[in-house]
Nanobody
Framework: VQLQASGGGLVQPGGSLTLSCAAS????????VAWFRQAPGKEREGVSC????????YYSTSVTGRFTMSRDKAKNTVTLHMNNLKPDDTAVYHC????????????????????WGQGTQVTVSS
């Protein structure tokens, strides 16, 4: 199982970015896939999750209404569209999956998914 996040960069407050997660070794439509982030000196924070059983999506309260997660089964990728970015969104973003845990386990569980790869840096600054 491998996951590779990409699409990060530097953006001004209020701007948008789209992150992509390329998966291999498993099918994204069969397992829950989550995004979590980690800023320097802070603990991991669950951001969003898309269920492997259906297309249900889950978001942390800090990103609800601003971030949207989707899945492309043909490309075996997961995407995170981020709008109205704030300086507090600055972090390294990772995508992750697990054989047993699902999105319904909650935001903390998303940060503990067993498989995750190198993240992508998102910096929100003027």
């Amino acid at each position: 199982v491998q996951l590779q996040a990409s699409g990060g960069g530097l953006v001004q407050p209020g701007g948008s970015l789209t992150l992509s997660c390329a998966a291999s070794g498993f099918l994204v439509d069969f397992y829950s896939v989550a995004w979590f982030r980690q800023a320097p000196g802070k603990e991991r924070e669950g951001v969003s999750c898309i269920s492997g059983m259906d297309d249900s999506t889950y978001y942390s309260t800090s990103v609800t209404g601003r971030f949207t997660m989707s899945r492309d089964k043909a490309k075996n990728t997961v995407t995170l569209h981020m709008n109205n970015l704030k300086p507090d969104d600055t972090a390294v973003y990772h995508c992750a999956t697990d054989r047993g845990k699902t999105c319904s386990y909650g935001e903390t569980a998303w940060t503990e998914f067993s498989f995750w790869g190198q993240g992508t840096q998102v910096t929100v600054s003027s």
